[in-house]
């Protein structure tokens, strides 16, 4: 994980709230709804959709709309049929890219994603063609202000946790999804606040941009984020430091 800041993509994602806080609220309603439409509505007994309630809440997204979607998804109002996609594909520099997407017209999703990739010198790929890169995590960033490293560390293993390692300022934990809940209980009963806790595809190998690459990915990353349907993308590309400074 050295050489490659996951909080940093997480800021990146929270400094987009409050310019695009309309468009934020309706991908976690749709998280929300898929959740409630797999799991049922009982956020107890749906650990998913406590998370993604817990997620539209870390952004203050309204009271209403979170219910408004699950009643939507139990079928105490009328709702639209989303399905979960993961696109793949490559961006500038060869850069591994998998984009997370919640769509009810692949076929729609597909077309838009693909221009998007072309535009920034990339390509949409074949599902499978970049996934292998990638190991799916529980992922926790801690800010070390609340925590040493060895008490995270202390509770972090003895949880199950795979590894803390300390990357650009944060702590980021890692376990297997398996075990997610289990490592946010463990640091919640140690009352060690989290900046994010999330569910991530995190790289086993990164790609190391020059300026002119870096830019074109940032605004790959950047014209993906503002498709509707796209929920989360991921990418195995290190960005000049000039590049995260912007």
Do not use: W
Request: aromatic letters at 6%; proline letters at 3%; hydrophobic letters at 35%.
């Amino acid at each position: 994980m050295s050489g490659h800041s996951h909080s940093a993509n997480i800021a990146h994602r929270k400094g987009l709230v409050d310019a695009k806080r309309g468009q934020l609220f309706s991908k976690l309603c749709r998280a929300i709804y898929v959740a409630a439409r797999i799991g049922g509505g009982d956020p107890n007994a749906n650990i998913r959709l406590r998370y993604a309630i817990d997620k539209a809440r870390s952004v203050s997204c309204p009271k209403d709309n979170i219910e408004r979607s699950i009643k939507k998804a139990t079928g105490e109002m009328g709702g639209e049929n989303f399905e979960e996609v993961i696109y793949e594909g490559y961006g500038p520099g060869g850069v591994a890219v998998l984009c997370e997407a919640l769509t009810d017209n692949r076929n729609r999703t597909a077309g838009e994603l693909r221009r998007v990739f072309e535009a920034a010198g990339g390509n949409l790929g074949a599902s499978g063609c970049v996934s292998y890169m990638f190991n799916y995590k529980g992922l926790f960033i801690v800010d070390p202000k609340h925590v040493t490293e060895e008490q995270l560390m202390e509770v972090a293993i003895e949880a199950g946790a795979d590894d803390v390692d300390l990357v650009e300022g944060y702590f980021e934990v890692t376990c297997d999804p398996k075990i997610f809940e289990v490592v946010r209980k463990a640091l919640e009963d140690h009352k060690i606040p989290t900046e994010s806790a999330e569910t991530s595809y995190i790289p086993t190998t990164y790609v190391d941009l020059d300026a002119e690459s870096g830019k074109k990915m940032s605004k790959l990353k950047d014209s993906l984020d503002e498709n509707d349907d796209v929920q989360n993308v991921y990418a195995n590309d290190n960005l000049p430091a000039e590049i995260m400074a912007n």
